[in-house]
């Protein structure tokens, strides 16, 4: 350790005088610590484009899509009754339902009242039991009751053997067991939809579980046979179904209720505003992108605008910080090739011809063009009104314009955008890159703080090397002293 001695002999501030020296030293620090915020904060510019693009990918899916341009809303007269929706492919119209019969499930109710504490001792062992399949054959299922199990227990095991088919449940109050079917309709059409086989601890045959000592569904009342939904469509055709629900057409009718008096007319058409919306919402997140990728290109550089060190920050308000940064990282992409050609693609993709075999060729054919002020960058503007007509009275174009067999603007938009992407993270990465080495700025960031590293541990010797010096020169400077001192003593002395 270097022994530093603050100017006692020479009366000089060296404390000071070293930190001036550092301040020169440290020059070179200082730039490369700019650099490094200038590297940050272009490689942060460039990851907030890559997530405004992120997002438009996001968005192409839904565009790929039939129903996306084609959607159909349904309305019905007894909303209470009957529902429906519609899918892309439903012709608009009118539709008559009449239900008589809802579909419900089977339930078994116990005929004796059960203690919540009985024993269950005498029924130890295996009780298999039956539903039934689509095809209307046995599938069965076996309940293993043990040693200190409780009504409770075999009640949760009911469900778990039944593979989630039955639930069963006991009610305190009225001391019974309810078994009741999971899905409604009929699927045995000669009988009940649980039904009940042998019951063994062993090779010993034992009394039944459910039959014997829960007497299910033995009294009267006791026992609710499960249904097939009935209803008539178009005053003509009448169907069954195990469920509230049946799809016709591209039409899918929900059934609440049996309809009272009037059939429920259900009336299908199409649904503009939600196509509408989406393209929408796509064409302004595009321009969202464009925007911000076109400032990059245009906003002035302004190179007296350092990044500004601590030191610097703690000598201006928050407000003079802000305001200086702003210019500071004003045109920090200027020039950028990744950006400059991928806003070139992205504009190409979507303003090309489209052989698409149908009416739209061009997206201006449906209302959406480009900007007339060049400054925009190659923003779009939409026609409202034409871009909802032809999605009214031409919606199958509109979908073969933007998808037309892997060809269409939305791939050929996708693929532009995909080049552009991996163009930006070639660059700068992705928000969860974590190595430097994965990405350009990440290496100069990291050959940076390597320099910086090295830089400081060298400053530390410098200051330490001039430290010693001037102790050196205070130690000489103390010698001379005591020597001017003896020689004054010596002449003084004669």
Do not use: C
């Not at 009988?191 to 569904?217: C, P, R, S, V």
Request: charge should be negative; glycine fraction near 6%.
């Amino acid at each position: 350790m270097v022994m530093r001695v603050g100017g006692i002999a020479s009366g000089m501030d060296i404390e000071a005088m070293v930190e001036k020296l550092m301040e020169a030293e440290r020059m070179p620090l200082v730039r490369m610590k700019q650099e490094e915020t200038r590297l940050t904060w272009k490689r942060d510019a460039f990851r907030e484009i890559n997530n405004v693009l992120l997002q438009l990918d996001e968005m192409i899916l839904e565009l790929k899509l039939s129903r996306t341009y084609n959607p159909k809303i349904a309305t019905s007269s007894q909303e209470n009754a009957v529902r429906a929706t519609a899918s892309s492919t439903a012709a608009n119209g009118s539709y008559e339902i009449a239900v008589s019969q809802l579909a419900s499930n089977e339930m078994q109710i116990s005929s004796n009242n059960i203690a919540k504490d009985a024993d269950l001792s005498a029924y130890v062992g295996t009780h298999v039991f039956y539903t039934y399949n689509e095809d209307g054959g046995q599938e069965q299922h076996t309940l293993t009751i043990e040693e200190n199990d409780t009504i409770q227990t075999v009640m949760n095991k009911v469900r778990t053997a039944s593979d989630g088919r039955v639930r069963a449940f006991y009610d305190e109050n009225s001391g019974q067991v309810v078994l009741e079917t999971t899905r409604t309709g009929v699927y045995n059409e000669n009988g009940a939809e649980i039904t009940f086989g042998e019951a063994k601890n062993g090779d010993e045959t034992i009394g039944n579980f459910f039959t014997d000592f829960l007497q299910m569904g033995q009294g009267e009342g006791n026992y609710k046979q499960a249904t097939n939904a009935i209803f008539t469509y178009n005053n003509g055709l009448t169907l069954t179904s195990r469920e509230n629900s049946y799809t016709i057409n591209g039409i899918t009718f929900e059934f609440l209720d049996v309809t009272e008096g009037s059939n429920a007319r259900i009336t299908v058409s199409s649904d503009v505003e939600t196509s509408f919306e989406a393209i929408k919402n796509f064409v302004e997140k595009y321009n969202e992108a464009i925007e911000m990728m076109n400032k990059s290109q245009t906003e002035q550089r302004y190179r007296d605008y350092h990044p500004l060190s601590e030191e610097e920050k703690a000598e201006m308000t928050e407000r003079q910080i802000e305001l200086w940064e702003e210019r500071a990282k004003s045109g920090i992409l200027r020039g950028e090739a990744a950006i400059r050609d991928s806003m070139y693609a992205l504009r190409q993709s979507l303003q090309s011809v489209v052989d698409t075999g149908g009416e739209y060729t061009l997206l201006s054919q449906i209302g959406i063009k480009t900007t007339e002020n060049y400054l925009d960058g190659g923003k779009l503007t939409i026609d409202e009104e034409a871009l909802k007509e032809a999605l009214r009275d031409n919606p199958e174009d509109v979908y073969r314009l933007f998808t037309a067999d892997g060809d269409g603007l939305i791939h050929r938009f996708e693929s532009a955008l995909d080049q552009a992407r991996g163009r930006i993270e070639i660059q700068a990465g992705r928000e969860t890159s974590v190595a430097l080495d994965s990405y350009s700025i990440g290496r100069r960031l990291k050959e940076l703080n390597e320099r910086i590293s090295d830089f400081e541990k060298r400053m530390i010797q410098v200051e330490q090397r001039y430290w010693a010096q001037f102790t050196q020169m205070e130690k000489a400077i103390a010698r001379l002293s005591e020597q001017s001192s003896f020689l004054f003593s010596q002449f003084g002395g004669y």
